[in-house]
Each structure stands twice: as structure tokens, then as C-alpha cells.
């Protein structure tokens, strides 16, 4: 009999969603899993293709000190030695932390028990600053600390969903899917949209409210003086639960004006809003779904009130199908809100007030408490570029690539005296520019717990060895806490351990006032910590099964149990665009996930958009003379990105959008944190990374080409490329404005394979006076690598070459073809792929509607495109209808 393979159950490291993952063995596959209350069995495409990123290429695999490799007593010797020496003569304020929500909770916790409490430095801030930091400025304004009062259930429920600055459909799949069930099952659920794009989440709209950029706090505002005006106030609960109501109306009526007026400022038709009102009023089960649209924003803070003072005006919170909830971007980003990852944060939903600094300070003993907050993610790198920061640590993420004025981060950096980067990838923007480097335990191999959006506690679980000498962060943070001298505070052995001091603190001298409280966690042992099932806080003697939804009884966590309503005076962007200008909106795509450290090892993953690209209005691109297709530049006074135009009418006109992904590995210039602005939301220190003046002109080039090679020998010299993992290889795009002939002499030196061999043999098509070039290695008959060059851009597909990396014999036929880089039946590839799980592209699905197809099930059955994870049903759904 066969030996049963083990299943690890585990939690997806990508998004806030959360999902429950089954791993078979060694991550041979993964399945979404059935027990997990946020997906109850469903991935989405990226979840799916996580048993594709589980190699060890690029990996971070030893510690290294100056360039060095060492062991890892020699580096923690090492940063402690200099971290003790910047803390004696520049004193604790010279030393900072910057982590992830791609930490566990146990990695968090620790980072920020040595910072706050031992080392006395509140710079300990987070990348989920970019995330999701407007949203926890509004829950602690409104509801008196950072709780998000729903769940997902309630999506279920609701009658009315309104997805506010969202593209739940590439961002968040799973719980779109959800919202797709539940309006086919209840057909009568309305569904707007609120987003200056026309995005996938469209498809589900019933109303797209496409505004001016940045109108949503007013769009909100006017809806409170809209349902105030025509009597649909829930006036028992403003009396019974809340405060402030009548100056924030007040404030709401003053700013709104008419409808008509709201109409013009918002750039929105008078009757969709007035749709979107009444539907409001007349749907007491509903949802406002928000996100980055709203927190990447210089008010993203008043917007995230100017949404929850329409839900307490109409007592929408904490009820079932009925609640303002804001999604959060990363795995984990709630977790670091709940150890105190973000620095105006101390620990467990407490501030720098003297009566939480003092009950932190003996709950740990702490020698070196800081006591006022520290600098939040964009100010804190400032600090480093002025040199009153001297010693960074940074964990688990890119800050090169991802924090605004992202060029300026690379000079501070360069400049900073320590830069600590704890990674698990070797290769990063980040990581290239650290003194110490310390390798991580990554998905697969990190043993802890994560917080979903909704609240729930899940374990992540190891189903792998940490290969080489990678280790988990807490092992590290709390080894350097033990060489400066806390042996007793940093002495843990296992997560479980850092877990349950954590839960404990949560209760620690709470009564009831903090609502995280998952002290009924804090007795767990090994054994109970690792079967722990997931769990919403809080989770006390209270609610000892955690609880579904918050603020259900009306009490919030206010001094006085009732919630606040915040005045709103929404401002609009107060820097438009010049004369020439135009807006640059930014945001995922659907299948890569952040800085792409992960999702880009995963071929199938940048099948479906494998270049980065710059979306634009048709009247746009004609102004600025860009065809679709074409290679853009898109600039301002702070930097300059290369990346491929797409002409859509999803845009607004004077608006562009580029997606946030691409750094360094991947493409030659297209990280698009070097233009972002650094403008923060002054309460909330989020920066507005939604918009940003920019111009766009079309990149003259003198040849366009694709580079296919077996190994990647180093990174083409040329003004573009693009870069995309192949199953058995690796894809160049490449435009240059050089002689093509040169480009060709440099770039064919980039074709290979590992190891040594016979010479290859090199066939050759060559136009010199045309600058067309067709090169290709073939050694013992396998394809080796390619290059394809043409002044035009006229080239074959690169499906055909590309998969012939793959095979290791040709046949004469294919060996024949391969010049003409088509296969030897002329047959043309599926094209694009639009379902990323089967494989299926564009022309195989036009071709079954030109069957006869007419339905996104009738294509399911065919080519068995969307009938997975669903995140290619949109696109479905478009090319159906033409
Ligand atoms: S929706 Fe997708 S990316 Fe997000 S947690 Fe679930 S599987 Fe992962």
C-alpha cells in the first residue's frame, strides 16, 4: 500500500485574505483548505502557484558581513558590536527597525520588544505603513482603537456591497469570489464600485462610480448630508452609541453642498450618485469595503472616517451584513498592528500614553523603554538620509523599490553607516545595498502565526527544512537581544513560547479597555500552539471561542463606550497637474504580488502580464503621440520609468495607471516608487502613492528583440528589458537605442547553459543593412538560447522557442524552424493566457466563441478557463462581450 503523504495545514503568505493552504509533503502540491473559515477551500491563482516559488534560486542562504560569508555568530556578533557602538555615541534615536507584514506575529513581536523596550528607540515602523496605516488612524478616531468590526460573513450577508478604492478582483480574489456567490445566490444584492479606473472589479458593478481622483471623502460626505436630508438616519443608535454626530454633519453639509454640486466636484453624473444614495438608505445590510484607493492618500485618514460616520449615522456597525471594513494589502498586516509594529504604537493596542508605557515597562522588565512615538516609515528614512538615523535593520521587505522617492531611499541608504537586511532572496533592490546580511526562514520553513483582515489568528506551519543556513527572524532579532545583555527577556526556544508572552501582554492589565485581548491564548503549550486553529480575537474568558463581529452590543472602546464621529472637510489633491501633466494612479496586477521576489520565480505567474506597462486613455496616448504597444517614458522631476504602453478607455482621461511590481531583477527601469511623491496623510504618515504628477512621451528606440536562454548569465546591457522566468529558462524583452548590430554582438554573449560543453553551434539570419538579427544556440541537439532582433519590432511569438527550452533532443523539422521562430505546422500558439491555472490563452478562447460558446460557463466546459480559483472571469467575461 502506498504511504500516505503528509498534509501540512498552512496560510497563504500573500495577501490579507488569509486563505487556508493543504500542502502535500514537501509542497509537491497545494489545495486550497476546506476547515478555513476565510476560504473554505478556495486559492486564488497566486495562492495556487505557490508550490512553483518554493526553489532555492536567489536565495539568501548564509550570513554575510561586508561581503563577506560568515557564520551566524560572527554576524550577530557584528551587529550587535556596531549597533552598541551607534547606540554610545549617537544614543537610541539613531537606530532604527523597519519590518513587513510578511513577518509572523512572533517575528514582529520580538523586533519591536528590543527596540521599544531594550534598546529605547520607538523606530520601529513597517512597510504596512503603505498599506494599511489610514485605516487604523480611522478605526482608533471612530471607534476608540484599531478593530476592525466585521468579518467575512458578512460579505455573505450583506445587501449592499460598496467596494470603495478596491480592485477586490486581482487584489483579493477569494473574497471576491465570495461576493460573486452571494450575488448570484441573492440576486437582488447591489454592488457599487467606487474607483477612477474601470477595473476587473467592474464586472461584478451595478454601478461603477468612476470620480475624480481623491473625491471619496467628499463623495461620503455627501452621502451623510444626503441621508440626513431625507430622513434615513438610524437617529436611537446616534443618540444611544456615539458622539459628535451633529458637527460632523454640520461639517458634511457645509462641504457637500447640492447634489449637483457634488456632482461636478466629484466629476460623477448627478443621477449615479443619487443611485448610489438611495440604495444606501434603502439597504441596512451593507458593506463599505475599502482599501488602498482610500488609505494611499495625504487624507486618507478623513476619508477612512467620512465612510464610517455614514455607517454609525446609520448604525451599520458590527451587525451581520453591515459594517465599514477596511481589507489590509498583506498576510500579516494586522499582526503587526496588534505587537506594535507601526511606531506611533507600543505594544498590543497600546500607545505612548505615560499609563501604557509604564504597564509595557514592567510587564517586560524593560530596561530602556522608549516613551514618545517614533517616525513613521517615510520621515524615518528621511532621518536616515540627514544621518540621524546611523543603524537600520531591515526585515522582509524592499523599501528600494516600494516606498515613495524611491531614489532617494537608494542614496540613503547608501550613506546610512549600518544598513542590517534580514531577507530570504539574495538578489533584492534592498538587499544589494546592506553591510550585514542575515538570511530568513521563508514560506514554507517559518513556523508562526499570521492575523488576516477579518481578525483571524491562523498558523503558519513548516513543511520544509530552512535550506542552507537560513534561520527565522525572532531567532535572530532575539539572539542579538541576548548579546546585548537580556538573556532572560530574549531567552525563548520555540514561536510558541514568543506566542504566548505575547497573548499574555494582549491581557495583561486590560479589563476589557483594549480590545485585543487574546490572552485565553496565553497558556498554550507547544502542543496546543501547534494545533491551533483559526481564531478571531479577541479571545478571553469572555469569548473563549473568539468572536465573529465587534461593536454588535453598541460599546466601543472609548472612553466612554460610545463611538465618535469625526468631522470631515474633504480636500481634493492640492497639487493637479500642470499644463502637459497627468495623474499617475498605481496598484497590483492579478498575479504578482508586491516587489515580485516570489511570484516572479513562478513562470505561469507573468504569463498573464509579463511586461510592465503604463495603462493610458486613447485621447491621451494621442496627445502624447504613444501607440499601443509602444515603449513609454513616464517622468518627473523626482525620476524616470521605461515601461510598455496599453491604450484602454478603463482610464480617465488625463490619467494613467502603472502597476507597483517591477524592480530591479525584473526590468531595467521601471521601479515606479522612484516618482511617487512623498506626501503622507499628515495624521496617519500613509503616503499618497495614488497620485502623482507625471509626464509621458513616447521612447525612441532603434530595435526591439526578446533574448531566450537556459541560464541567466547577468543582466542585458540595453536601454529596456523586461524580464520573465520560463519553465527550463529565462525571457528577455529588449529595445535599445544603440546600432542593432552592436546590441547584437553584446547581447548574444548572455546566451548559455550551466556547465561546460562543446562550443554551441550558432545559426545565424543576419539583415545588417535592415538591423534585423535572428541568432540561435543549439548544442547536442538541444536549443541552448536565442536572440531575436528587429528594427520594427516584428518578431514571432516567443511561446514556440521558449518552450523548446524544455525538450532535450529537437527534431530536424523544429531544428529547421527555428530561425523563422515559428513551429514547423505554422500553428499559432493560445496566445496570451488569460486563465493562469489551465494554461489558456486569448485565441484559444475566441476561437470557442467563435464556436458558439457564449458563456464564461460554456468556456469553463470547453477549456476549463475559470473554473478554479475564478480570478480570469472577468477577463472571460470581456472577451465575451467583445
Ligand atoms: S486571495 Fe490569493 S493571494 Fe490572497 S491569501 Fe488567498 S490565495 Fe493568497
Redesign the pocket.
Known sequence: MAARIPVTETT?P??G???GVAVQGAGEAVAGLESHPA?RGR??V??AALHDTLDLRHRLLYPEVDGARVGWDTALDAVTRRLRDTLARYGPDSVACYGSGQLLTEDYYVANKLMKGFIGSAHMDTNSRLCMASAVAGYKRAFGGDSVPGCYEDLDQADLLVLAGSNAAWT???LYQRMVAARKARPDVRVVVIDPRRTATCDLADLHLALRPGADGLLFNGLLAWLARHGHLDRDYIRDHTRGFQDALARAEADSGSLADLARRCDLREADIERFFHWFAERPRTVTFYSQGINQSATGTDKCNAIINCHLATGRVGKPGASPFSITGQ?NAMGGREVGGLANQLAAHMDFAADDVDRVQRFWNAPNMASEPGLKAVDLFQAVADGRIRFIWILSTNPLVSLPEADRVREALRRCPTVVVSDCMGDTDTVRMADIKLPACTWGEKNGTVTNSERCISRQRPFLEAPGEARPDWWALAGVGRRLGYAEAFGWRHPAQVFAEHAALSGFENDGRRAFDISGLAALDQAGYDALTPVRWPVNRHWPRGRRRLFDDGRFHTDDGRARFVPITAALPDDPPGAGELIMNTGRIRDQWHTMTRTGKSPRLLQHIGEPFVALHPRDARRHRIEDGQLAHVENRLGAIIVRARITTDQRPGELFVPMHWSSPFSARARLGALVPAITDPLSGQPQSKFARVRVTPCAVRWQGFLITRVRRGDPDCLYWSYSPLPGGHLFELAGDDEPDRARRRLATLIGEAGQGEAPQWLDLQDPTAGHFRRVAVRDGRLIGALFIHPAGALPERDWLGGLLQRDRLEDDERRALLGGEAPDGGAGDGPVVCTCFQVGERAIRARIDAGDRSVEALGRSLRCGTNCGSCLPELKQLLDG
Open positions: 497563504c500573500y495577501c485574505v488569509g486563505c476560504n486559492l486564488c497566486k495562492g483579493h480574489p477569494v498576510p
